[in-house]
């Protein structure tokens, strides 16, 4: 029969999907240039830089995200070696002229390609073969040496400009693509959890393969829908304000741990293990804060995510009730905080243990993939450790002052497990039956809810209730006084002979007694229907 501490195992699983939801999409966001998508200047420039930096991550390519560091003259990327400079504006010429040094007329990047908007190509590389030609390009003499320093960018001028607002199909198509890359990655790694928890648990393969594709499902698509809202918030005014708000209040939190001598170590590892390599000071203090910052506004929409559902069934379909509604979303609100903290707290130790490792193997470049392998599955597992102990510890505070809805369905499912039975005239043993083969595996989570939904007011409802659960019993009652041992009654002439048989042994009896009184015997008036 369903038991109380499976809702409990419901809010749980909710919040470790949370907590998937949560770690690596706070990391991609911060890997782009958002906050600055709304610059009426250059926004849809580094909006270019993002899209063209994510076309090449999905071709497979390695890159590194050198603009960041805003070095004078410095390549926006590194892909696969080749240093990369993009220019948006709106005309091929525009973005030529923006790699050329206003004073001096020459070209500013060297040894770096020139990337343009996709659909500017031709006109670009007719500009370029003009500066050529005009001596502009240091080293290079031959105009048809321009097609090797420009190169096709993967996104128009005007899809870059739509990739920095919010609320139309480039950015959301750019949404996809960015979240689906850490949506994958989060529906394999609960695959993987979910399937290595069922087989130790003593489930079959096909059954395991089937309940974790499910599950990495589940997982995936949350991800993917929890990445999209929050990149399209973040590109609207209240995404921008909710930003500023987050980013004061997350250097504050930052400069105030700083200022001890272990709070300065931890935001320097941390920071170290979230960038992927050593750093140190203010630099340490800004990654620590950006990640804050994105990690709380992911955390409420992921929570807001996660409470669609119960909103539904509380207004709509009214299969729970307001103060289980409240119940589930403390819980939920609970757990992914903690499991923030346990992510970051997960990563600390998942950097020490994964470097550990891989200085063994190979010390040096062992190390630091050892520990950026460690930092992620750190993060992973102290998340959900971290989320699972703030939502269970939460759910069991509530428990002592707010009782499920669940929990009450089933006081009045037993309630009417006895009546049934006793109208039925159950032995213990037949009661016993009935509950293990039938009434256990109709009793879930949604049958519960179903069965609250019934009635409008106190009475009426608890009426319907019962009502809907006696009918439900009932069938399995049936069937078990069709199994009963057959019944014939005594004949009339069979119940004369049993009465005259029981009328001679109680006056047998009786005369017996009186003659032992007459002569003084001591003897004891036996049971008068009693035979031997």
Same mark, same amino acid.
């Given at each position: ?9 419901r809010n749980?699983?909710?919040?470790i ?8 999409? +706070?990391?991609?966001?911060?890997? !782009? ?24 991550r ?10 960041m560091n805003?070095a004078?003259?410095g390549a ?49 590389l ?11 390009v240091?080293?290079v003499?031959?105009?048809e040496?321009?097609?090797? @320093?420009?190169?096709?960018?993967? /996104? ?18 750019f949404?996809?693509? +960015?979240?689906?890359v /850490?949506s994958?990655?989060a529906?394999? *790694?609960?695959? *993987? ?5 069922? %087989? ?6 096909? $059954? =395991? ?6 599950? &990495? ?6 991800t993917? #829908?929890?990445?999209?809202? $929050? ?9 921008? =304000?909710f ?6 209040? +997350?250097?504050?939190?930052v400069?105030s ?7 300065? !170590? ?19 203090? #800004? /990654?620590?804060a950006k ?24 207004? @709509?379909?009214?299969? @729970? ?7 589930? /979303? ?7 905080g903690?499991g923030?903290?346990?992510?970051y ?13 891989? =200085? ?8 630091a993939?050892g520990a ?11 998340g *959900?450790?971290?989320?699972t ?18 929990q009450?369905?089933l ?9 049934? &039975?006793?109208?039925f005239?159950? !032995?213990e043993e037949?009661?016993?039956l009935?509950?293990k083969?039938?009434?256990e ?5 949604k049958?519960?809810?179903?069965m609250?939904?019934?009635?409008k ?8 209730q019962?009502a ?14 069709? @199994? ?12 004369? %002979? ?23 015997m ?10 031997k």
């Amino acid at each position: 029969m369903f038991k109380k501490n499976e809702s409990t195992k419901r809010n749980i699983e909710n919040v470790i999907h949370q907590t998937y939801a949560n770690l690596d999409t +706070s990391s991609s966001i911060e890997g !782009t240039q958002y906050t600055k998508y709304n610059n009426p200047k250059g926004g849809g420039g580094f909006s270019a830089e993002d899209a063209n930096v994510l076309a090449d991550r999905l071709r497979g390519k390695k890159v590194d995200i050198t603009g960041m560091n805003n070095a004078k003259n410095g390549a926006d990327r590194i892909s696969n070696n080749e240093a990369i400079q993009t220019k948006y504006y709106n005309s091929g010429k525009a973005s030529v002229n923006a790699a050329f040094d206003n004073e001096t007329g020459m070209y500013k990047y060297k040894d770096q390609l020139l990337e343009v908007p996709k659909d500017q190509f031709d006109e670009a590389l007719s500009q370029l073969r003009d500066k050529i030609r005009e001596g502009k390009v240091p080293g290079v003499t031959d105009p048809e040496q321009a097609k090797k @320093i420009l190169k096709q960018g993967s /996104v128009t001028y005007k899809q870059a400009r739509n990739i920095a607002k919010a609320g139309n199909i480039d950015s959301l198509w750019f949404d996809i693509k +960015s979240q689906s890359v /850490v949506s994958s990655k989060a529906a394999g *790694i609960s695959f *993987i959890l979910q399937y290595a928890s069922n %087989r130790w648990n003593g489930q079959d393969r096909k $059954t =395991s393969m089937k309940v974790s594709l499910l599950s &990495a499902l589940r997982v995936g698509g949350v991800t993917l #829908s929890v990445g999209i809202i $929050t990149r399209q918030f973040l590109r609207t005014s209240m995404g921008r =304000s909710f930003t500023v708000f987050t980013t004061t209040m +997350s250097k504050q939190i930052v400069n105030s741990l700083y200022k001890a001598d272990i709070g300065k !170590t931890i935001i320097h590892k941390l920071a170290s293990a979230i960038l992927g390599k050593e750093v140190a000071g203010a630099a340490a203090k #800004s /990654v620590l804060a950006k990640s804050l910052r994105t990690n709380v506004l992911t955390t409420a929409i992921t929570t807001a995510v996660f409470t669609v559902p119960d909103l539904y069934r509380a207004t @709509i379909s009214k299969r @729970i009730s307001w103060t289980q509604f409240s119940k589930n /979303v403390s819980v939920n609100i609970a757990g992914a905080g903690a499991g923030m903290l346990g992510g970051y707290g997960g990563t600390l130790g998942g950097v020490k243990v994964g470097a550990a490792i891989g =200085s063994f193997f190979a010390p040096g470049p062992g190390t630091a993939i050892g520990a950026g392998i460690g930092a992620v599955v750190g993060a992973i597992a102290g998340g *959900i450790t971290g989320g699972t102990v703030g939502a269970q510890g939460t759910k069991m505070l509530l428990d002592q002052f707010v009782e499920d809805d669940a929990q009450r369905m089933l006081e009045l499912v037993q309630d009417v497990i006895a009546e049934v &039975a006793e109208d039925f005239l159950c !032995t213990e043993e037949e009661l016993d039956l009935v509950v293990k083969n039938h009434i256990e595996g109709i009793i879930t989570l949604k049958w519960l809810q179903d069965m609250y939904a019934l009635g409008k007011d106190a009475y009426v409802k608890e009426k319907a209730q019962k009502a809907f659960a006696y009918h439900a019993f009932e069938p399995f009652f049936e069937e078990i006084i069709k @199994i009963r041992e057959f019944i014939i009654i005594p004949s009339d002439r069979e119940i004369k %002979r049993a009465q005259r048989k029981m009328k001679n042994t109680f006056f047998l009896q009786y005369l017996r007694y009186q003659i032992s009184r007459l002569f003084g015997m001591k003897t004891e008036f036996k049971e008068l229907l009693s035979e031997k």
